[in-house]
C-alpha cells in the first residue's frame, strides 16, 4: 500500500517569504501526485497535480511542485506568499490507472503573517 | 452549480443515537468515497465505492455502512454513534485515476 509523508507540520512565515513545503511517497510503482488545500473552515481544493511528463507542474494561485523520481518526492514551492496562503496543505498519492482512493500525508498547517 | 455536495453541514446528536450524511455529486464520475478528518486534521479514507466494488477500510467500525442508492450518491449511515466519532466528514468523488472533487463536509458532534 501507499504511504505518504509530510515533514512539516507548521510553517510560520512573513508575507512575501518564499515557501517550500516537502512531501515524500512510498509505493512500489508508477503513481500520481496531488497538492490540496484546505482554507480555514473549508472544503479541499485541488492546488495542483502531477501524472507523467514535465516533472514541474504549475497550479493555481502561483504554486508549483517538482516531482524528483529518485528521491520519491513531489515538494510544493511558491516564490512569495501572501497571507491569504494561510491553510493546512495535503499531498496525496494514487496509484497511476487506479481508481481507488487518494491517500493523504498528514498536512502542514501554513500561516503567513501580514 | 455545486459538484459535490453534502447535507447536513453540521450535525450534533446524542451518544447512541443513529444518524445518516448524504453526499451526491453531479460530475457524472463512477467512484465515489468517505473521508474522516480528525481534530488534528489527518483524513482518513473509510470507504471507496463504484458500481463494481465497494472498498472498507478495516480500521472502519462495522457501525459505519455506505449506502448507494445510485451512481451519483453515496449516503453514510453511523449506528450507535459514540463520542470518537465527532470529526469532519467528507464525500468525494473521482473519475478514472483522476483529482477527487471534495464535498464541504459535515461537521459531527457526538454529545
Known amino acids: 500500500a501507499q504511504s505518504v509523508s509530510q515533514h512539516n507540520h507548521h510553517v510560520i512565515l512573513s508575507e512575501a517569504a518564499s515557501l517550500e513545503l516537502g512531501c515524500n511517497y512510498s509505493y512500489g510503482g508508477t503513481v500520481n501526485l496531488f497538492w490540496y488545500v484546505q482554507y480555514p473552515g473549508q472544503h479541499l481544493q485541488l492546488l495542483l497535480k502531477y501524472f507523467s511528463g514535465d516533472p514541474l507542474v504549475k497550479g493555481i494561485k502561483g504554486f508549483e511542485a517538482e516531482f524528483i523520481k529518485s528521491k520519491f518526492s513531489f515538494n510544493l514551492r511558491k516564490p512569495s506568499v501572501q497571507w491569504s496562503d494561510t491553510a493546512e496543505y495535503f499531498c496525496?498519492?494514487?496509484?497511476?490507472?487506479?481508481?481507488?482512493?487518494?491517500?493523504f500525508g498528514s498536512g502542514t498547517q501554513l500561516t503567513v503573517l501580514p | 452549480d455545486t459538484a459535490v455536495s453534502q447535507t447536513p453541514k453540521y450535525l450534533v446528536t446524542q451518544m447512541g443515537n443513529d444518524k445518516s450524511i448524504k453526499c451526491e455529486q453531479n460530475?457524472?464520475?463512477?467512484?465515489m468515497y468517505w473521508y474522516k478528518q480528525d481534530s488534528k486534521k489527518f483524513l482518513k479514507i473509510m470507504f471507496s465505492?463504484?458500481?463494481?466494488?465497494?472498498?472498507i477500510n478495516e480500521t472502519v467500525p462495522n457501525r459505519f455502512s455506505p449506502k448507494s442508492p445510485d451512481k451519483a450518491h453515496l449516503n453514510l449511515h453511523i449506528n450507535s454513534l459514540e463520542l470518537g466519532d465527532s470529526a469532519v466528514y467528507f464525500c468525494a468523488s473521482s473519475q478514472d485515476d483522476r483529482d477527487a472533487y471534495f464535498g464541504p463536509g459535515t461537521r459531527l458532534t457526538v454529545l
Open positions: 496525496a498519492v494514487r496509484p497511476s490507472g487506479s481508481a481507488r482512493q487518494l491517500t
Open positions: 460530475l457524472g464520475h463512477d467512484t
Open positions: 465505492y463504484n458500481n463494481k466494488e465497494l472498498i
